[in-house]
């Protein structure tokens, strides 16, 4: 044996003890390498290049389902689930879901017209709620504005638990239905357009409240916060909305453009908003040009301002509303029996596509002014879990995430996972080959570490 033949062997015979530790490791790699490969959807293709993105981001793992004309076939619907479908321009579709008798339950349906349609501010869709035996629940329409300007618009269905109407547990039917400027329900506005269907279901109280909605309440406005603008770009859907609290906020906008924010209440507390375009240089008036509207939890509309522009600041500011209690569902006006409970409520700025004729391609500055008022206190607490969970509530780090705006563009676990299935198997795979070499290289450490000296 050549000299020095025992020390070269050496390290061998170790890197034969060691290297087991890494070569029980490489399955785990893999195997986290393919589930990556599995669950997740391929990365979507490039988007060529001054391409517009699309008008809505829908949620990610959104199921499609295919309305029927009648109840007969009508698809079902699962609380706590998302659904996609499209509503062609003569579209009545219905579907079905399944409540207990002490279930509150919310359907909300969004309407996405294409980029390029052309509406009237009476177009838009009705969406209604009815038992097995036809009767009534609730009716509720979404219309595009004074804006004319095609948007996503959402309308709420719902049954509620305890009213005359719609007693008792069984199956129930959602219809939703395509308007146009007469309201006939034969749309003007030609093409199909896309819909999100999200059905929330909110469970009876532990014990029975109040019956009546508060008689008083701060309808005062307070002045707008005057702090310097910090920018936030907003999300282009409900489950990409950008978190927001308090303060002034600066964004960008161009013609037909919808961006969505939400801002975390607890129950007790009272939001004050508003919106406005900045200078433009232009002459002209454009009607409708900016819309400011807030939408609930589970997507309920509550309120909206629109407003005019001639190229000058002009403001659009939600009118006071009532702190976040339970009883304001017993209220008549939609300002107030819609903020009937705590979470994260939505603000959504459209700027109107017909900007661009009167003042150009943009971007606009619009500056979004949120102040939260009010004291929080304890919910009433639910003799059950609302579906999904934790859609009524506001936890810390929703609090946390309005301050720094981290978490926009959420989904949850399946955004998550679709950031994460956008790097593509190619990225995959080299931190397959990073991790392995990471593992080699310690043991290699240890090797050397214990050669014999010289």
Known sequence: MPPGA??????????????????????????????VAVLLPAAPPAVAAGARPGPYAFTPGARVVAGAPNTAGAAVLDPGRTYRDTLRRDGRLYYRFTLAAGDTAYVPVTAVPPADATVSATDGIRVSVRDAHGTSCSYASARFGAGLSPRP???????????????????????????????????AAAGAWDLEIAPATEPALARTGATTAPRAWDSATPAPPTAEPRDRVGGAGFTA?????????????????TRFYKVPLDWGRQLYASAGLGVSPGHGYVGGALDLSLYNPVRGYVDDASVGYTGTAAPAPLQPLPPVEYANRYAV????????????????????????????PGPFEVTLRVR???????????????VPDGVLTVTGQERTAALTGAGGGGGGRATTLVAVGGIGGGTALLLFLGGWTVLARRAQRRINAQKPTA
């Open 241 to 257: 909305a950008r978190p927001l609290g308090e303060g002034v906020w600066r964004t960008r906008l161009e013609p037909g453009q």
């Open 153 to 187: 618009v959402t309308a709420l269905g719902q049954r509620e638990a305890g009213k005359a109407l719609c007693r008792g547990a069984g199956t129930y039917y959602l219809l939703v239905e395509r308007l146009d400027a007469q309201g006939t329900g034969t749309a």
């Open 372 to 386: 939260v008022g009010g004291r929080a206190h304890p919910g009433p607490g639910y003799a059950g879990r609302p």
């Open 6 to 35: 025992r020390a070269s062997f050496l390290p061998v015979a170790r890197a034969r003890v060691l290297f087991p530790r890494v070569a029980r490791a490489v399955p785990v790699l893999l195997a986290a390498v393919c589930a």
């Open 333 to 360: 006006p939609t300002a107030v029996t819609s903020v009937r409970f705590a979470g994260e409520y939505y603000l959504v700025l459209h700027l109107s596509a017909r900007m661009a004729a009167t003042f150009g």
